[in-house]
């Protein structure tokens, strides 16, 4: 009885009413934050300043907490050569095909495998996390550290998101405040920061889909009866030949926290008001690589939609932005973000295609729940639910100017904002979305 008392003061004082839900600044429940870097390299990046432009106005992804802090772009030197750069260089430079398996066989591998420079890339991001102390600088925001040692705990309470009756539950339970929020928060807040080092490359299509066919030129050369081979790599090369693509490179970090790091994080704690400065910035925090994706995207105009080149550089950017942190969020468990059911009956959740949806994915219904023995936030599964492909939100970007007609609901004849899923009866406003696979 105690449990249900409380959930009734979580949603009323964390979740607010639809109506008034632009009115809120506060985020309504416990999400990962994230911060975002732009690197650039000396690569020769086709549309650079198109680039800047786009990255500096793409739309930050609204299912994180945007956790910024001063390392905004990150110059990388050259850690190697890239496949575009090589294959742009190879078609200049070559008339002649390959004559051999053995030559066929080198030049296949720096079309499939970039191993060596993306790892390249991630030996020199990690010596910046390192040289710019970044995980001290993640914590700084955190707890707002200064010089002088003062500090607060407002943003770690603020995103996690407490009701009074929480609260005081928690101040029982410790001397200090600010380390009874971290002890429940800490772990799911804390635990829960990333980085993004994001490369982005906009070049022609022409050089690479060339370098392509003339790979399966060869292979036809090699190989009895290649006719049919030649005919199949002179149509995909029409096809892909004219225009841009961008290729998007996310290097994904993880601020490293559990039990031994939150020990030496209390070890600099004075009071709570204090930590000893000194003492924090010689603590050894560090973060770790979760892992590593790449998203390749065609320049295509809308259909029925006249772009200027820029517009349409500009689109491809942030669309294959959103597309490689779908599958960033698909790939890795610890990056999936949790969704905020909105209404239900229908059962409707604010996500749409940006995150990958098609129909059929499936989500775990999540319940918030306040463990009074623990004091800790809980999440309960209480059912498994699927996408319906009958209303998929198109909120990917320009998706209102590109296909207005699909983005309104035909039976109330208001812009669709939200998608449908499966329905449960005992689903309500506020509860989470988790995707599972």
């Known amino acids: ?17 639809v109506a008034q839900k632009k009115e809120i600044e506060e985020p309504n429940y416990r999400r990962s934050s994230l911060h ?11 549309k650079e300043t198109e680039v800047m432009k786009a990255w500096d106005k793409y739309p930050f992804p609204d299912k994180y907490n945007q ?25 200049k430079g070559n008339s002649s095909l390959p004559t051999t398996i053995r030559e066929l066989k080198k030049l296949q591998q720096f079309d499939t495998d970039e191993e060596a420079y993306i790892k390249a890339m991630i030996d020199r991001i990690s010596n910046k996390i390192r040289e710019e102390k970044l995980a001290h600088k993640l914590l700084e925001k955190w707890f707002n550290i200064n010089p002088d040692g003062t500090y607060s705990m407002d943003l770690i309470q603020n995103r996690g998101c407490y009701n009074a009756t929480e609260m005081q539950a928690l101040e029982a339970s410790y001397t200090l405040r600010g380390r009874a929020i971290l002890e429940d928060a800490g772990e799911e807040l804390i635990g829960n920061t990333f980085v993004a080092f994001c490369k982005i490359d906009v070049y022609e299509n022409e ?72 003492k924090f910035q010689m603590t050894p925090f560090n973060m770790v690589l979760v892992g590593n994706d790449i998203s390749i995207g065609k320049a ?7 772009f200027d080149e820029k517009k349409l550089i500009d689109l491809t950017i942030v669309r294959n932005i959103d ?8 790939k890795y468990e610890v990056f999936k973000p949790k969704f905020l059911v909105l209404t239900n009956p229908p059962l409707t959740a604010e996500m749409g295609m940006k995150e990958g949806l098609s129909g059929g994915e499936k989500f775990e219904l999540l319940e918030q729940i306040w463990n009074t023995k623990k004091n800790k936030r809980e999440y309960k599964r209480v059912a498994i639910v ?34 449908l899923l499966t329905k449960f009866k005992g689903a309500y406003p506020g509860m989470l979305l988790r995707q599972i696979k």
């Open 207 to 278: 050089p690479i889909a060339k370098f392509k066919f003339m790979i399966v030129n060869a292979i036809a050369n090699l190989t009895e009866g290649g006719e049919l081979i030649r005919t199949a790599g002179e149509i995909a090369y029409l096809a892909a030949k004219d225009g841009y693509s961008a290729r998007t490179m996310a290097m994904l970090y993880k601020l490293n926290w559990n039990d031994s790091i939150k020990a030496e994080f209390y070890n600099c704690w004075k009071d709570d008001t204090h930590i000893d400065y000194e």
């Open 300 to 306: 295509i105009a809308p259909f029925g939609i006249n």
């Open 36 to 46: 975002l870097v732009l690197v650039t390299t000396d690569d020769p990046i086709l």
């Open 67 to 91: 956790h910024s802090v001063e390392l905004k772009k990150f110059a990388a030197g050259k850690p190697g050569v890239s496949f575009f750069e090589f294959a742009t260089q190879y078609v």
């Open 1 to 17: 009885m105690k449990n249900i008392f409380l959930i009734f003061f979580a949603i009323l004082f964390c979740v607010p009413i």
């Open 323 to 330: 597309n490689l942190f779908a599958k960033l969020q698909a």
């Open 386 to 419: 699927k996408v319906d492909k009958k209303q998929i939100w198109d909120n990917r970007y320009f998706a209102g100017e590109e296909n207005p007609k699909q983005q309104i609901d035909k039976k109330t004849g208001e812009p669709i904002k939200s998608t």
